[in-house]
């Protein structure tokens, strides 16, 4: 089921990518060129997503505790090189992308795959450090903290990071903290964001247009109104594959973090209905992967996962509908981009090889098994 959840989203964001790839690229290149490179682009990441995910699937979850450590650490360096002018690659003010040669990636989406493995593999390594304020919750804190600041003060990535504190908080309500901890934790978390918006000018002026997102309609507020025509013009049943006019150039990032929205124009509420209901079917399957995870260390990565890519799509939805100011994050598994889709393949890879090890997924296992044994031995003595 999570497989074939995961292959419908990536066939939709495939169809939409090939309907107005050609129309982004052409007014990208100024008339230039009208080939659909996104399209291309991401049928290759596909390929690197697929190896990841046949490989996650097929790796035990607990080997991933041995790389957790140097997974966490090679992130962390990784975001810090998008400070050095020669390889990183600044776009609309945020330097998010690391350019090697013709290709280039994003750090922050290895990042949340390392976070959630590190700190299931600390907090399953240290439970009786975990009731001290000291020794658990500090270092907890000091782990999101330095995320945060990573992806929040030096990427300029609002969403990414409440993405990464999401994640990594499920990860410590699920260790052996106590709730009190949890707690404290979390109103640490929620007091250090409240800071990170008063002390970024440009976010309050996000947050000001989510307020009032008609003051300037050509400036700050343009991209969410061009949004909302967006979903609007769709109605119930939208214009029809192809027929986009919000991707002549209108909407930003129409094949990225606003597809959403072209989705909407496209295919109506329906299509978007469908989408979301997608995402809460794969909400659920994660979670009953989680409660049915046979240690706590799968549990924690479990639920982890699923919250990652849960809170991603609340964020990216509820940002092209207005309900919350407008961030730059993509849609996962449907968005354009590679890095984004090869990590998060690569983690419902090691969500199904956790299912595997579940009480009933071992059982029919041995269902199976024996069933084949039964046969076998039938069919020898009819041969006999």
């Not at 990841?52 to 975001?79: C, D, E, H, V």
């Not at 700190?119 to 903290?145: C, D, Y």
């Not at 009953?288 to 995870?293: E, G």
Request: no cysteine; aromatic share 10%; charged share 10%.
């Amino acid at each position: 089921l999570l497989g074939l959840i995961v292959l419908s989203f990536i066939a939709i964001g495939i169809i939409i990518i090939y309907s107005t790839g050609s129309i982004v690229n052409f007014n990208i290149t100024g008339g230039v060129s009208d080939r659909n490179v996104f399209f291309t682009n991401q049928l290759v990441s596909l390929a690197v997503g697929l190896m990841g995910w046949w490989f996650a699937s097929r790796l035990p979850y607990r080997n991933w505790q041995k790389y957790a450590t140097a997974m966490l650490i090679g992130s962390f360096i990784l975001m810090l090189l998008v400070l050095i002018p020669g390889l990183s690659t600044r776009v609309n003010g945020a330097s998010r992308w690391i350019r090697l040669g013709p290709a280039s990636f994003q750090p922050a989406e290895f990042l949340k795959l390392s976070l959630i493995l590190y700190l299931a593999t600390w907090a399953e390594q240290h439970r009786q450090a975990l009731r001290s304020i000291k020794n658990g919750l500090g270092w907890i804190m000091l782990i999101l903290v330095i995320s945060a600041v990573l992806a929040i003060v030096i990427q300029r990535d609002m969403g990414t990071g409440i993405v990464m504190l999401g994640a990594g908080l499920t990860v410590f309500f699920l260790s052996d903290a106590p709730v009190w901890i949890f707690g404290l934790g979390l109103g640490s978390i929620a007091s250090l964001a409240a800071l990170f918006l008063v002390i970024t000018p440009y976010r309050l002026t996000r947050l000001a247009t989510f307020l009032n997102h008609r003051d300037d309609l050509t400036g700050a507020d343009y991209h969410i109104n061009q949004a909302l025509i967006a979903l609007g013009s769709g109605g119930l049943i939208g214009r029809g594959l192809g027929n986009s006019l919000q991707s002549y150039g209108y909407l930003p990032e129409s094949t990225n973090d606003s597809i959403f929205a072209i989705l909407g124009e496209q295919f109506g509420l329906w299509g978007t209905s469908l989408v979301v209901g997608l995402f809460m079917l794969f909400t659920w399957r994660g979670m009953r992967i989680a409660r049915l995870a046979p240690d706590r260390f799968g549990r924690m990565v479990a639920a982890g996962i699923t919250v990652w890519i849960m809170t991603q799509a609340l964020i990216n939805i509820a940002a092209m509908l207005n309900l919350i100011p407008l961030t730059g994050i993509p849609l996962p598994f449907i968005s354009y981009g590679g890095t984004s889709l090869a990590a998060t393949m690569t983690a419902v890879g090691i969500l199904q090889n956790i299912s595997r090890y579940t009480e009933r997924e071992v059982e029919n296992a041995d269902r199976s098994s024996r069933r084949g044994e039964w046969r076998s031995r039938h069919t020898n003595v009819g041969s006999l």
